[in-house]
């Protein structure tokens, strides 16, 4: 079954280098899974944190939901992350490493359940984002030039 996309963090990409990346189910309440449907959900400056053994996504806004009314959500409440228990131990692993962080990257639906793709990153420092820019700019020149050219012909 295809996934549904609610809401992509497209910021995470140009600000780290991703790493890892793993899905991860979310604990929410029922009028957070109906503003989700809805495409009330944004990801920006989101983050992880370790607490008691578990994983909580931290500044993750969803939306409340406007027929909910008295038993609405709190839009920036922390929402417990659904990992194993060993894929728990090897993120606290990998997230004590100087530099390295857990953010989300997008935000689907799968198989009726919302999903989370979670990233260990490393942040970018100034050059390298220009070094992005840059192989992308040279990327897009090059696929220009060689629009409607047949490129086999020639070598």
Not at 39 to 48: E, H, Q, V
Not at 71 to 99: A, C, M, Q, T, V
Not at 128 to 141: N, S, T
């Amino acid at each position: 079954m295809a996934e549904k996309i609610i809401c992509q963090n497209r910021k995470a990409r140009h600000e780290y280098h991703i790493i890892n990346t793993y899905e991860a189910g979310m604990a929410l309440k029922g009028s957070e899974v109906k503003s989700c449907r809805l495409g009330r959900a944004n990801l920006k400056d989101s983050y992880a944190r370790f607490k008691d053994g578990e994983i909580y996504l931290i500044d993750t806004h969803i939306s409340p939901y406007t027929y909910a009314h008295q038993f609405n959500h709190d839009p920036l409440r922390e929402r417990k992350l659904l990992f194993h228990k060993s894929e728990i131990k090897r993120l606290y692993g990998k997230i004590r490493e100087k530099g390295l962080t857990l953010i989300p990257l997008k935000m689907y639906f799968k198989n009726g359940k919302v999903k989370v793709e979670m990233a260990v990153v490393k942040g970018k420092r100034l050059h390298d984002k220009r070094e992005d820019i840059k192989r992308r700019d040279l990327a897009r020149e090059l696929e220009k030039e060689f629009r409607g050219k047949n490129v086999k012909g020639r070598l």
